[in-house]
Every structure is written in C-alpha cells, then in structure tokens.
C-alpha cells in the first residue's frame, strides 16, 4: 500500500515538477527553488514539450536522479485542486518500477497540497493477482510519495498527508474487487472479504443467504440471483460512533456478473459486466474510509449482491416479484435487474434507519443504465433526487472531492410508462430518458420525507479506454470519495 510523507528536502530523489505554456512559451512550476531552469526549458521545447494535461516527460538531472515534468494544462496564477490530483496521478502512473518520488508540485494552501497527495496516491496503482508467468514483467508502483511543502510541518497539512493514504487504500479496495473476475468474486466471496475487513475497519457486518433473504421476502433480490449456481447474499455493515451528528444510509448495487439474464446482452462487451458490482464497492469502502476517519457520523451499509445468469430457475419475463415490503413488480426485461435488488435494499434500509431515530438522507449507488452513458458520457455520475437541498449538498462534497457529478430531473410524465395492468409496477418503461425512468422506479421505495439520492455511475466505474490523471484502466473507485467528502462536510456542521 502506498505511503505518503511530507518533506522539507528533496534530496537525490525523482522530483515531480509542473510544466505549462504561457504566452506560447514553456514554463516549470514547482515549490522546488532549486531547478536548474533555463538548461532544461531549452531541452524541452527542443521536445516538442507542451504541459497539456496527462503528457509527463522525464529528464536525467545533475542534483536529482531524474526530473518530471507533468502537464498542468491551461497556465494560472491558482490551479484547482483537480488539476493538481490529475497532475499528480499522471507521474506517478507514469513512474511505475520506481520505489519512491518527491512531487513538487506548485501549491498556496494545504488543500492544494491534500489534492497533490490524493492524486500522486490513486495514480500508484495496479492489478496483477491474476498474471501467471508474465507477474515478474510487471513494474511495481511507486511504494512511497513524498510531498515536498512549506506547509509539511503543520498539523493540518499532518492530517492530510494521512486521509490520502486512507482514500487511496478504500479506493484501491474498490478497483481491485471491480476488477476481480466473477470466477472469483461471487455474491457470498463478496460478502465474506467484506466482513473479515469490516473486522478490521471496527465496523460490525451481518450477511443474509439466501434462505434468509427467501424467509424474509427479499422478492428482488432473490428473483435477480434464482438463476444462477451462485445464490444472492444481502451484506450490511454498521458504522456507529458515539454522540454521531448524522445518520446515513448507503446502498450499493452489487451484480457480481451481468449477463442480462433471460434478456441476454450481447457477447461484445459482456466481459466489462463484472463491474456490475461497482456501487456496492464504493458503498462499503466508503464506509470503511469513514470509520478510519472517525468521522462523528453513522452510516449504514447495505449491498444487495446476485448474479444474473440464464438457467431453468432464472426469472422470465412478465413473471411478478414481491420486492421487500409487499410492493409487486411486473418484470418485462430481467436485464433491468439493478433496480430490483436496490429496491429491496432501500426499504429495509429506511427500516431499519427509522428504528434507529431516523436517516437524514439515503444515498443508492449504481451500474444502473446504458442512457447514463448516452446522457452524460463515460467521465460524468448521474444524481437524482427527492430533495434539491440534499443534492445541493452533495454537489458541494464532488466540488471537493473532484469527481464529476451532474444534476437531472425526474420528471413526472414518464411515471406513467411504468404503469402495470397486473402488478403495482413494471421495472421498465419508456426506452427515451430510461436513466430517468429507472430514477422514478427506485423513487417508488423511497418514503418522501426522507432525503434521497440514485447516484448513476454507470460508464464512469469501469475505464475501458486509456488511462488518465490518477484514473486507470479499469475499475476507477467513482463516488467514493465523494461519499467520504460528503460525511465529512456533515460533520462540521
């Protein structure tokens, strides 16, 4: 696991420097005074060098054993701090085989400085459990991130240096069970690791199987999970310290493997569906990273977890479910599964949030629909919402965190197209604007008193493309942070 230090001193270290263009001009950025500037200025723009976001560039050094220049974009008297978390996170991708690295990185205020370390921290990341013989070929990622800073012996700049490690630890939790293959993670090896780290993390954890989830009326998430060899399992996990401000509940969908069941996806593209479970990640990681943090806010986790698979037993379409609580639901595409197992999950969350003195906001998590990707990309989450004051609140915590989150409506018109002539509702309607659609289903199992958001993280939790800032290929760990940042504004207030 990657450490990060703050330093005074580089030393004879690999130093991490900015680069920009001004006025058509090159330009090193660095809190670093001691670079011999003109002589590697000149060997740059000989380079073709342009400090565009993501380019590093690495030059030999006469006091340092190698200089990187990585790319800050647009010049400014202020970057933000995402662009220093990707400017970070592209050289330490960038410096895989290397041991450690001193990113001097410029900065005016221990925020600018966490964002650095956050970044340089999620940028030293890889995944090779499964390499056979070719695992010694790979290079190791940077093992420890010194950041150098005049701010390095203040207490707060301490306590950053200390919540990068812990959020690159839960993020890197997220990306490796994302990139797990379903042949190893299963709804109840899911639920199994999760415990044992719940353990370690002081959070209590309690799996249902699938007898349980039968016995209790789990109609969702039993009906996702009947088809397949590997039964559903229900993973809570409670964080509850004493005197908590906020009481919080997070569900994360959890389809180990999507095959669209019964309504079969087509093979290209299928082998991406093990980051069907990215939700569910990030809720309990989330929850871990709060627990690290001692943050003064309880949160409850709940990960309804299936396999979605084609068999004699799988469900078929135009059966009817009862989801927990007695409402029913006409299944017309079984590939619409996720909001089935979520459904259940968000009543019995509510459930039990109420026994507890009640939630001040429920948060669901999900792979949920193709249309997010139509609508908003492969880099930008979903939110929707019961209550504009809420998500204005976690609006402000993805300003923070610097994940990319946008606002959409759920409009009442197209609540209609879910109208069932025989069960309460069906789980598909109009195929125009179904990310919203699936937003008014879920909205269905919510109470409106109760705060709520369905963050959509659909494309944004699985990079198939190419790797960038602090961003693999991969799983990428989508809305942890921002869970963390919005426990974290909760509690200053």
């Not at 001097?104 to 205020?109: E, M, T, Y």
């Not at 349980?212 to 039964?231: D, M």
């Not at 009543?347 to 949030?353: L, P, R, T």
């Not at 990309?377 to 609140?393: C, D, L």
Request: with cysteine.
């Amino acid at each position: 696991m990657v450490k990060v230090k703050l330093t005074t001193k580089a030393d004879n270290d690999l130093l991490v420097v900015g680069l920009v263009t001004v006025n058509k001009r090159l330009q090193i950025l660095s809190s670093h005074s001691q670079i011999d500037t003109t002589t590697l200025l000149v060997t740059l723009e000989t380079m073709g060098a342009t400090g565009k976001a993501d380019e590093v560039i690495k030059l030999p050094s006469k006091s340092n054993k190698l200089i990187v220049f990585t790319g800050l974009g647009q010049s400014d008297s202020n970057f933000s701090p995402e662009t220093l978390r990707r400017a970070a996170g592209a050289a330490a991708r960038a410096l895989s085989g290397n041991k450690s690295a001193t990113f001097a990185l410029p900065h005016k205020s221990v925020v600018e400085l966490s964002a650095i370390a956050e970044g340089a921290a999620l940028g030293s990341y890889t995944f090779t459990e499964f390499l056979g013989s070719s695992k010694g070929e790979q290079k190791s990622p940077l093992g420890l991130v010194n950041i150098l800073s005049k701010f390095s012996d203040t207490a707060q700049a301490k306590t950053a240096a200390k919540r990068a490690e812990i959020i690159a630890e839960q993020t890197f939790l997220v990306r490796d069970l994302i990139n797990t293959p379903p042949s190893h993670l299963t709804p109840d090896s899911f639920s199994q690791r999760m415990k044992k780290l719940a353990g370690k993390y002081g959070v209590k954890a309690e799996i249902l199987n699938e007898a349980a989830l039968k016995k209790g009326g789990y109609g969702g998430i039993i009906g996702v999970g009947q088809g397949s060899a590997n039964p559903p399992r229900l993973l809570h996990v409670t964080y509850s310290p004493s005197k908590a401000k906020k009481r919080y509940a997070f569900v994360g969908k959890g389809i180990t493997f999507d095959t669209g069941g019964l309504a079969l996806k087509p093979a290209a593209g299928m082998e991406a569906m093990k980051s069907d479970m990215s939700g569910a990640a990030a809720v309990i990681a989330a929850i871990f990273a709060i627990a690290q943090l001692k943050l003064p806010i309880a949160v409850d986790g709940w990960a309804p977890l299936a396999e979605n698979m084609v068999s004699d037993t799988a469900t078929r379409p135009s059966d009817v479910i009862s989801i927990y609580g007695g409402k029913t639901v006409e299944v017309l595409n079984p590939d619409a599964e996720g909001r089935l197992v979520l459904a259940d999950a968000l009543v019995k969350a509510a459930e039990v949030g109420k026994k507890a003195g009640g939630l001040d906001g429920i948060i669901d998590v999900a792979t949920l629909t193709g249309a997010q990707g139509v609508a908003l990309g492969s880099r930008t989450s979903a939110v929707m919402t019961n209550n504009e004051e809420f998500s204005n609140q976690f609006l402000r915590a993805t300003e923070i965190s610097g994940e990319a989150f946008w606002p959409m409506p759920l409009p009442e018109e197209l609540r209609a197209s879910l109208d069932s002539p025989i069960a309460d509702l069906a789980n598909i309607g109009d195929r125009m604007g179904g990310m919203l659609v699936a937003g008014l289903f879920l909205k269905e199992f919510i109470d409106p008193q109760t705060p709520w958001l369905h963050l959509d993280i659909a494309f944004p939790a699985y990079n198939e493309k190419t790797a960038f800032g602090y961003t693999p290929v991969g799983g990428t760990g989508v809305a942890l942070r921002s869970l963390i940042c919005l426990a974290e504004l909760a509690s200053s207030h």
